[in-house]
């Protein structure tokens, strides 16, 4: 009986396995780097948690199950809501700005596709309690850190940004009433990704009047924070907001990572609970999805019963970036390579015990080691070595009457005769 | 509106992270060191596959759901099944003998209880197409190197070991039908952890005749493998598995760790696909449920579509290590702190920007740095800089002026005036 693994996920065999470290070691580093602390919460949680405040798209591609008690649950397809219960748990003996990050293990029930897998990783980062757009500024900083260190530059990858605010609050000035908007940025959320005149026909739908689409039209051909003062009416609030982009760029530029940055009106993020600043980040040559993407979701904590606060954070999945590096061709080069320190040749089974015993004592040494199980010919072990990338040959045969090792150095093929009590002394003290 | 964790599942905030990270990274350098290699599979699969080989009592346990295209998957309660399908799927392009290991997140829909939870991590190591002993006793090694690595001895913990084919052997030559057998091992697996009423009418309710079920008890009460060979009649296969299970134990004292090692009939495992060499991990005051357990299992790639061919192996979970290594103090001590190198302080907004720049320049250097987000009291951001545990608070105060900065060493106290440009050049050569 032959049972083929489930669509839309992978089977991590260990060349597979050491691109997915490398992609999560580095995630960490930087987080680690830049002041985030680590988190992970569980694969799955209450359906209801996740219906709340995620927004359609995600409530559709739910994994949903229930337990034997009858409760229905789902895996998670975003840790966001899981950071909000789990702040919202402790939160006031959580010392603030809060910033954690995490790389979870993630789930949606969608058809699979190029970069889009029904299991992936993504790493999240988030500062919760600073309700500066320093703080904005800084999770985009921590991404680009990661990029740049894997090798990408501002001409491979463009971090678009936008400001819910600012366009809810034009958008209102238009007409649109507060609690049409939801629905509004889901369909603008869509705008890239459709032919115009669906585009132009749903949003006729939602917004009813011809001026009103016109407006909104206008407004998402703007090509910068500019534009939007010098063609708009502004309030009070939306020229606070608009303000506020304008602080956000030049704090991009005092880090040191304007170049990867534009405004882009059409960045609107499909979360729901998105409340100011919004970005994602996308190959310049705009051939594959979003690498991933960000914004500040203030409310959200309270929505989950918790008080007001402040935060903003990002997520970056594991699917996009690998194509994208291996398209670049940063991906192999930068792999380490698995490698063992010592492989332990035994040219006949009378020496097995004097295998065994060594190939022990150098692994509780540190050193990483392994032997032939089987007396078989020199030469098969020798290559059984070099496959698996061995530093050092120990070859254990006749000398060992005479208490020596013979030990063969991979790369050079020069081999020296050793005193085995001299090696153990010299090569197993601890690594 | 406030929503609760599921329950048997966990939260990991920062410092439960810690611990979940410590055993983890204790685990995949004592793989590494071993010569195992890491894989992993998804966290679902078909149901059947599970269904297949795992063994009732797993089955019960299943977390199970169906996709929208109404297939019936399962979160993966073990991950064996999962290795045997990817080792058959690319059987013929694997070097042998294959050694993986992997960290799966797995799932059992059972009552939560110390040590058990329905969401936990588990150590696995397997090797395959090795038929001799010596692959068992190396897996066992691969666990007490990790187990003594942290710090336990042969007085905190012990392995008991048996033969599933000596057990079948003998089970045999005393009438029991080869058919009858998992059932009887179900049964067997649970001796320890019943009453020995309840055992024996479950025994005599299974075996039927009277003199089946002394001489059943009869050989669950030995103490040796000595006591099997003289206290029963052995058949040349009885014998044979007699041998191996003696050659293991040879073995064993080879590697240095036959003072962790017992001989135990009793142990049986719960899991329907073993054929040889079976083993139990224990603390040795027995207050807790098995730290984990393994052995061989020679069908099951073959069940599995696969070829025959030889395979044996581990599982050591999360849940009751953690607590054994808790209640010996071996735990909080050995727990690596989180730290930071640098810490940033601003005594005036007018700096802000010369802050968020020396942040920015250390981070890309390597250094783990943070900074205010605010110029509050320089005594609470010295008070946040400790808390963070900075080795060094830089101050950027009207010095600035002068170009200069004022470091902080936080562990003495003392306090340096360093030229900016000079510090820069010292200080963010890349880490």
Do not use: H
């Amino acid at each position: 009986m032959k049972i083929p693994p489930v669509k839309g996920t992978r089977d991590f065999y260990p060349q597979d396995m050491a691109v997915r470290n490398w992609i999560i070691d580095g995630w960490k580093k930087v987080s680690l780097r830049n002041g985030f602390e680590e988190y992970d919460g569980p694969i799955f949680e209450y359906l209801k948690m996740f219906q709340l405040k995620s927004g359609d798209e995600i409530v559709e591609q739910l994994f949903s199950l229930t337990d034997r008690g009858g409760r229905e649950l789902a895996l998670r397809p975003e840790i966001t809501p899981t950071l909000a219960r789990m702040v919202n748990q402790k939160i006031n003996s959580l010392t603030k700005p809060i910033k954690w990050f995490s790389v979870p293990r993630l789930f949606r029930a969608e058809r699979p596709q190029k970069g889009r897998l029904r299991e992936f990783f993504q790493w999240n980062i988030d500062i919760i309690g600073i309700d500066d757009v320093l703080a904005d500024a800084e999770t985009i900083f921590c991404a680009l850190d990661y990029l740049q260190q894997v090798g990408l530059t501002s001409d491979d990858i463009v971090v678009k940004i936008s400001s819910r605010k600012m366009l809810a609050e034009v958008l209102q000035t238009t007409g649109i009433a507060e609690k049409e908007l939801e629905a509004l940025y889901a369909i603008l959320d869509k705008r890239s990704r459709l032919p115009i005149e669906t585009f132009e026909r749903m949003l006729s739908e939602t917004v009813g009047d011809k001026e009103g689409c016109r407006k909104i039209l206008e407004l998402m051909s703007v090509e910068s924070v500019e534009q939007v003062s010098s063609l708009f009416e502004l309030s009070e609030k939306a020229k606070k907001s608009v303000d506020e982009l304008q602080r956000l760029f030049e704090l991009l530029r005092t880090m040191g990572i304007a170049d990867f940055c534009v405004f882009d009106i059409g960045v609107v993020r499909g979360l729901a609970y998105y409340t100011g600043i919004v970005y994602e980040i996308y190959d310049r040559a705009g051939e594959l999805r979003a690498i991933g993407g960000g914004g500040r979701y203030d409310d959200l904590l309270k929505q989950f019963g918790g008080p007001t606060i402040a935060a903003t954070g990002f997520g970056i999945g594991d699917c996009v970036l690998e194509i994208l590096l291996r398209e670049k061709g940063l991906l192999d080069k930068q792999l380490p390579k698995s490698r063992l320190d010592y492989f332990i040749a035994c040219v006949d089974k009378v020496y097995e015990e004097a295998v065994v015993k060594l190939a022990m004592k150098l692994r509780l040494a540190g050193y990483a080691a392994n032997f032939s199980y089987k007396p078989v010919k020199l030469k098969k072990q020798l290559k059984d070595a070099s496959e698996q990338n061995a530093q050092k040959c120990i070859i254990i045969g006749d000398e060992f009457k005479n208490n020596e090792l013979v030990v063969k150095d991979m790369a050079t093929g020069r081999q020296e005769l050793i005193d085995y009590d001299e090696f153990l002394v010299q090569y197993t003290k601890s690594k």
